[in-house]
């Protein structure tokens, strides 16, 4: 505990004390006197007495004098050392504490103690200088908010409602919050009887370690924000993503891939090791990680909240294991060797489904090329259908599981809106979705660019490309695009909300259907662009990549015919159940991550793999710079306290004493 009074000048304490001695010396001299005959020896006593008093050397009496002045010194020496006392600092009645729970709280200091206990010791400090009058609620958020305790005096209760606040593994996003608070102002100002309109002003004081990333959008419209950082570590190794699937041409065979990144200011080196259902299978030396240095539009380490997508050069690694021989269900894991402050992120887990053919559903009116092209690859035959029939075909036709039944879909020139998760490849259509639109024709675009790192891409003669009509393609900035056209994107892919969507720009026939629209299926790339796209899109499906989610995010779960509940076996061995509805149940609590299994759902190894998979909150050096919009907020390591000289009081305790002084001194003359 931090004592309240500190000395401003304790040095000039040594210089002032120095007056101490000769203070007291004066009282042991002996006064050198005069003789004087006298008529009488009536005071013979007294006058020997006086003189004992002042012979040298000789022991102290009590002398109240003597104590009055060393308390008068000793006062103006304190004076002089300029004390002050460190006391709370006033805030404003009506305080809100948004206490942040988010997986960068995990951390854990030099202490030993995790950020959130540190944050719970702040929350708890403040409640211990809160006035008579003052209110104060308290908020816990990570990707979520909730309210912990609702307006409230009660210092008992708000404690206890703090202490209950328990770690997740979510993202930091102050929104939710922030939104929360809103109405339970507004209630607490009509419980005041105050009009509708009248502004309360209340406090947020923020406790974080201020790695926020939704704060450059949001705005303080009422009161006012304060953020008390928490946390100094800054060093930390991430697994940042992690691809499971099984080899295309051998499916026996699972194929995993980590990509790690230093986040610390420092070098940094791990041993990765790769387990299949519990059992380990293969370990690999990263080598040394380089330090994290730049920042979010390329300044210094530090300089902002989060790291920059462009990672600094060598501080990210990918990690390909050797393939692994498995052909039942599994759990994948890979951990990360050492420790660091954040745990959470030493972890990435995934599931692998059982091998089986990879299966295509063909949309057409009829093409040659398309069937030729499906039938000769290593998979199930092609399903046909026209895009009159895919319409109109009922839910049990097309799927299993919640899912679409088929790996992949081709559609020839036709776009749709009926996608349930799946693989899409649109050849001349796109997904009927707000941000993808067809916004006019082009005619005889030129190829100018193109990915050939990308999968899809692979052994494919891209250059010779030629269509005579294309679509002009408008696509959500996430889209990316593998070719691209003089006018526009060419053939784009697009991953969202369990689906994948491969855009091609043109059709292979004209709009009769009468002549060809490309030169690219007379050409032995495209074969091999089929090979790679069924590979690349139907690989994520039979890896169950499906079943990779991140934390606070939902499942949803089909469930067995006649089973109304499914329950949820969760990574801290806790169960929940989830009901179900129209067959699926939904389950949103995955707050931790880790393996989730259900039991009663329509697979009967169900398991989904949560993971963290945060840039932002693997970043985890405290941001010194926090701003809510353009305002920034003004922080400190702690609760907030104000020094109150002392020294004006001392004087005028010194004055008071030096008053009784000279009254006791006057009084012994008169004597």
Not at 628 to 640: C, D, K, L, P
């Amino acid at each position: 505990m931090n004592f309240p009074i500190s000395w401003l000048a304790p040095w000039s304490a040594m210089v002032a004390a120095a007056v101490f001695p000769p203070l007291v010396l004066l009282y042991f001299l002996k006064l050198r006197r005069r003789e004087v005959p006298i008529s009488s020896t009536l005071l013979w006593r007294r006058a020997v007495e006086d003189l004992q008093v002042n012979s040298p050397f000789q022991r102290l009496r009590n002398n109240l004098l003597l104590l009055l002045q060393l308390l008068i010194l000793l006062l103006v020496v304190l004076a002089i050392t300029e004390p002050v006392w460190k006391r709370a600092k006033a805030r404003e009645k009506l305080m809100i504490l948004l206490v942040d729970q988010s997986a960068s709280m995990r951390a854990v200091e030099s202490d030993g103690r995790t950020r959130l206990d540190h944050a719970k010791d702040a929350a708890r400090r403040i409640v211990d200088d809160m006035g008579e009058n003052d209110q104060i609620m308290v908020i816990a958020f990570a990707d979520r908010a909730r309210a912990v305790a609702s307006f409230t005096d009660d210092k008992a209760q708000l404690k206890r409602q703090i202490d209950a606040i328990e770690p997740t593994d979510g993202g930091t996003h102050l929104r939710d919050a922030m939104t929360l608070a809103e109405p339970y102002v507004a209630r607490f100002t009509e419980e005041l009887g105050l009009a509708a309109d009248t502004i309360v002003p209340a406090h947020m004081i923020l406790i974080s370690d201020g790695c926020v990333r939704d704060a450059d959008e949001l705005v303080l419209r009422r009161g006012s924000m304060e953020l008390v950082r928490i946390g100094e570590s800054d060093e930390n190794v991430a697994i940042v993503n992690m691809d499971v699937r099984r080899d295309y041409e051998r499916p026996e065979m699972i194929n995993v891939v980590v990509r790690l990144r230093n986040m610390g200011p420092k070098p940094a080196s791990r041993d990765v090791s790769l387990f299949i259902d519990d059992e380990l299978k293969d370990v690999v030396a990263t080598g040394e990680l380089a330090p994290n240095i730049v920042g979010d539009a390329g300044g210094a380490y530090g300089a902002a909240s989060a790291p920059s997508n462009m990672p600094a050069e060598g501080s990210e690694k990918v990690v390909a294991f050797e393939p692994v021989a498995h052909e039942a269900a599994g759990r994948i894991e890979v951990r990360l060797s050492g420790r660091d402050p954040l745990v959470v992120d030493d972890r990435a887990y995934g599931t692998v489904e059982a091998p089986r053919p990879v299966s295509t559903l063909l949309v057409t009116h009829g093409n040659y090329f398309l069937k030729t092209a499906l039938a000769a690859l290593p998979a199930l035959p092609p399903v046909i259908l026209s895009p009159e029939q895919y319409e109109q075909a009922k839910e049990e036709e097309l799927l299993a599981d919640g899912r679409m039944k088929y790996d992949v879909v081709v559609f020839d020139a036709h776009s749709t809106s009926r996608l349930p998760p799946g693989s899409y490849i649109f050849f001349g259509g796109v997904p009927k979705l707000d941000d993808v639109k067809i916004d006019g024709r082009i005619e005889n675009d030129v190829v100018v660019d193109w990915d050939d790192t990308h999968p899809i891409l692979r052994h494919v003669a891209v250059e010779i490309i030629h269509a005579v009509q294309s679509n002009r393609l408008r696509l959500p900035a996430q889209a990316e695009t593998l070719i691209e056209g003089l006018q526009g994107p060419v053939l784009s892919l697009l991953m969202r909300d369990r689906r994948q969507y491969l855009i091609c720009g043109f059709s292979l026939f004209d709009d009769e259907r009468t002549h060809l629209n490309t030169n690219w299926v007379l050409n032995e790339g495209f074969p091999a662009f089929m090979y790679n796209a069924l590979q690349f899109l139907a690989g994520n499906v039979t890896a169950g990549g499906n079943r990779s989610v991140q934390p606070g995010s939902a499942l949803a779960i089909p469930a067995r015919p006649g089973v109304a509940t499914v329950t949820i076996r969760r990574p801290d061995e806790r169960t929940d159940k989830a009901p179900v509805r129209d067959g699926i149940a939904y389950y949103a609590d995955t707050m931790r991550t880790g393996f989730y299994t259900a039991d009663g759902a329509a697979d009967r190894n169900a398991t989904f793999a949560v993971n963290l998979f945060d840039d932002r909150e693997s970043f985890i050096r405290p941001n010194e710079d926090f701003r809510v919009g353009a305002e920034r907020i003004a922080s400190t390591t702690g609760e907030q306290r104000v020094n109150r000289p002392l020294w004006p009081y001392l004087i005028l305790a010194a004055l008071a004493v030096l008053f009784v002084e000279w009254i006791v001194y006057n009084k012994r003359v008169l004597v």
